[in-house]
């Protein structure tokens, strides 16, 4: 029985019921869910309500590390929502959109303990899961890892759940804050950074990396960015022309008349004397430089076609991937003498184990996907350029010409393999890619190839700085399932201009 009066409801409380009653108006009415009210002794049943009658929704999102993060750490996220109503919970959909300073990493999206596809990670992302009815006293839970990206903003992760006819409590955002002072430590030295190296839209100044170069590493790329660079031929000279020998002067008028001929007599025609001899054209030297050569067959396009256009973002281990695809490993007669084709054929087994570890859940270091250096690139010999050997009717031929900038990286790269790693497999790859291509097709239609070829080249070569940077902060193979747009732009382009010499 109710005592009259009520010590256990606060003064506060016998206050606010004082006024309605002065004043007549009623007590406010609680939702079914309501089944407690708080007091300063603690929780007392709601009169007339013991039971709940309706659903109820609880939302916990939960956050580790909760704060102190610096760019290229990995937060895991654990979302549970739980009926603790009496009645079942209809029509459930939540949604837990990304923020802009994290990144998913592939193949963490666990669903009550069950690892799950990257395909319902992105539906989490974006339009939101699905979860349908969910009984009472029963439990869904979510978890996923998130790289932190470089900023110096805190991340906000904020869930949206609605359900029909269903309470839902909960749902706070989870704040994950960044450690202070870790992005602008090398503050004064950030005009040193390219522009190139981070996002389309750069940040301000305090959100730039940390991490500066050493005087070796900067020396080491530049001269790979030059080497890398567009290929430019050479210029001959212009053959000087050979002047006419001189001709000798006519000799003046004798100065007496000459006498009349007598009749009868033949007048005898004067002497033109004949030109002299021209001498034989002289032939320029052949040309000599180290040209490689390589072919790409119609299947191998149409695959990669696949990727680039299909309704899921390439990765850049996509890019890895169609870079070591254009890679010229042969001679003009098809030899083989400095082992590029088995140094490409084992990189490509290294980036296809990235992407069966990656769907395994196993995480390993980057460095564990470098390999080794198998080619000899001190075999490399300079030779006369000869014409492109002919193509297949299914297939594309492709060229690139080493110089001497380019050579002289790829020697220090096989004499310190001591510091071999997988940005060097990389720069190996993109100056192997091809510049050139020949095909049974209109002139235009292999400039325009031409010049995709030169495009991607010099954008990859733009991303490989930039993923050298980020490597040095994280160094797991989340960064390979980045994405890069200007990178997906130029391999589109790419892929639909060699598209275009088959038909």
């Known amino acids: 029985m109710r005592r009259e009066p009520d010590f256990e409801a606060s003064a506060d409380m016998r206050l606010v019921e004082l006024q309605r009653a002065a004043l ?28 709940l009658q309706s659903a109820v929704l609880a939302v916990e999102l939960t956050a580790s590390p909760p704060g102190d993060v610096i760019p290229g750490a990995i937060v895991t996220l654990a979302l549970s929502l739980t009926n603790e109503g009496a009645v079942v919970a209809r ?58 990206r470089l900023g110096n903003k805190p991340l906000v992760i904020s869930p949206t759940v609605t359900a029909e006819e269903t309470a839902v409590v909960g749902a706070k955002s989870a704040i994950v804050s ?12 950030v005009q040193r950074f390219d522009r190139a190296l981070y996002d389309e839209t750069p940040p301000p100044l305090e959100e730039l990396p940390i991490y500066e170069l050493d005087t070796e590493e900067e020396l080491e790329h530049e001269a ?72 790409l067959d119609r299947p191998s396009i149409a695959y990669f076609e696949r990727i680039f256009s299909g309704s899921k973002p390439p990765t850049l281990l996509n ?29 490509s087994q290294l980036l296809q184990r990235v992407v069966l570890h990656e769907k395994m859940g196993r995480k390993e270091p980057i460095a564990e996907y470098a390999g080794t250096m198998l080619a000899r690139v001190d075999q490399f010999a300079p030779a006369p350029v000869q014409a492109a050997p002919a193509t297949e009717p299914n297939a594309l031929g492709l060229q690139v010409e080493l110089e001497a900038p380019t050579l002289a990286v790829l020697a220090k790269m096989q004499g310190d393999s001591g510091r071999w790693d997988f940005t060097k497999a990389r720069q190996l790859t993109l100056a192997l890619q091809a510049r050139r291509v020949h095909a049974a097709a209109p002139a235009e239609r292999i400039d325009a190839a031409e ?47 060699l598209t275009a010499l088959f038909n």
């Open 319 to 347: 890019h890895f991937i169609l870079g070591g695809a254009l890679a010229c490993t042969r001679a003009i007669d098809q030899s083989d003498v400095a082992g590029l084709k088995a140094h490409m054929d084992a990189q």
């Open 451 to 497: 010049a995709a070829l030169r495009t991607y080249a010099q954008t990859a070569a733009t991303q490989l700085q930039r993923f050298f940077v980020r490597m040095r902060i994280d160094r797991t193979t989340g960064l390979l399932f980045a994405h890069d747009d200007a990178l997906d732009s130029a391999a589109r382009a790419l892929i639909a201009a």
């Open 178 to 189: 960044r450690k202070a002072g870790a992005e602008t430590g090398f503050a004064s030295q």
């Open 224 to 295: 790979a960015d030059a080497a890398l660079s567009e290929y430019r031929p050479p210029m001959e000279p212009p053959q000087q022309p050979i002047a006419p020998p001189s001709q000798p002067e006519p000799a003046p008028p004798p100065d007496q008349p000459s006498p009349d001929p007598e009749p009868g007599v033949p007048v005898e025609e004067p002497s033109t004397p004949a030109p002299p001899e021209q001498p034989p054209d002289i032939e320029p030297a052949a040309r000599e430089a180290v040209v490689l050569y390589g072919r």
């Open 24 to 51: 007549g108006v009623p007590a406010p009415h609680r939702g079914d869910w309501e089944s407690r009210v708080s007091t300063e002794g603690g929780a007392v049943e709601a009169e007339g309500e013991q039971h």
């Open 91 to 148: 029509n459930i959909r939540v949604a837990v959109p990304l923020p802009g300073g994290a990144t998913y990493r592939n193949g963490s999206f666990v669903r009550d303990g069950r690892p799950q596809l990257d395909d319902a990670a992105d539906e989490l992302f974006g339009p939101g899961t699905a979860i349908g009815n969910l009984a009472p006293k029963s439990r869904v839970t979510f978890l996923w890892k998130a790289g932190v």
